[in-house]
T-cell receptor, first 112, second 115 residues
Framework: AQKVTQAQTEISVVEKEDVTLDCVYE???????LFWYKQPPSGELVFLIR??????QNEISGRYSWNFQKSTSSFNFTITASQVVDSAVYFC?????????FGKGTSLLVTP | GAVVSQHPSRVICKSGTSVKIECRSL??????MFWYRQFPKQSLMLMAT?????????EQGVEKDKFLINHASLTLSTLTVTSAHPEDSSFYIC???????????FGPGTRLTVL
């Protein structure tokens, strides 16, 4: 079984600030995936990234970046120069395409 | 990214009636689809896994006779809430697993309100 902890329940930042969302997971699997999804106020979950446990390279996609530290079982997500449209609930989830173990999510509010 | 649609997006019904929600994968064939339920300010809770051509697998505590799931084709799964009651009011979200990417893609959700 896999478990994930998103310790930050709510974060509030001012536009253009950088913000990091923490994700710590537990798993007994030797290979696994880690996912991040965004849920804006509209409700739809938007897929952001899938990371294979074998690949420990950090990834950057525009203003988004992810830091995977297998030694500490963490997969943190950083938004650089945040924008109001980044306001959403973000879920970290270890698993696969057939099983997702969602954390409780972190609600991010970006104010102008 | 993949596209999954859900219909209706919002439904209000009277207590005792049944409601059907459709979930379609629009650009890939999905042998496996999932139904989740989400209460306000909470995480997603998996209700059942829907496999094309076979019976759905329900999570513990989910009544299979109340939440009927049919996955008749590789692009369509339906969830029917039978004899709905106010406590069934919730946000229902489906997802489809895309085999080529081993990733679940989610529909926009259906907000059900039972009066």
């Amino acid at each position: 079984a896999q478990k994930v902890t998103q310790a930050q329940t709510e974060i509030s930042v001012v536009e253009k600030e950088d913000v990091t969302l923490d994700c710590v997971y537990e798993t007994r699997d030797t290979t696994y995936y880690l996912f991040w999804y965004k849920q804006p106020p509209s409700g739809e979950l938007v897929f952001l990234i899938r990371r294979n446990s074998f690949d420990e390279q950090n990834e950057i996609s525009g203003r988004y970046s992810w830091n995977f530290q297998k030694s500490t079982s963490s997969f943190n997500f950083t938004i650089t120069a945040s924008q109001v449209v980044d306001s959403a609930v973000y879920f970290c989830a270890p698993g696969s395409g057939y099983e997702l173990n969602f954390g409780k999510g972190t609600s991010l509010l970006v104010t102008p | 990214g993949a596209v999954v649609s859900q219909h209706p997006s919002r439904v209000i019904c009277k207590s005792g009636t049944s409601v059907k929600i459709e979930c379609r994968s629009l650009d890939f064939q999905a042998t496996t689809m999932f139904w989740y339920r989400q209460f306000p300010k909470q995480s997603l809770m998996l209700m059942a896994t829907s496999n094309e051509g076979s019976k759905a697998t329900y999570e513990q505590g989910v009544e299979k006779d109340k939440f009927l799931i049919n996955h008749a084709s590789l692009t369509l799964s339906t969830l029917t809430v039978t004899s709905a009651h106010p406590e069934d009011s919730s946000f229902y979200i489906c997802s489809a697993s895309r085999p080529s990417t081993d990733t679940q893609y989610f529909g926009p959700g259906t907000r059900l309100t039972v009066l």
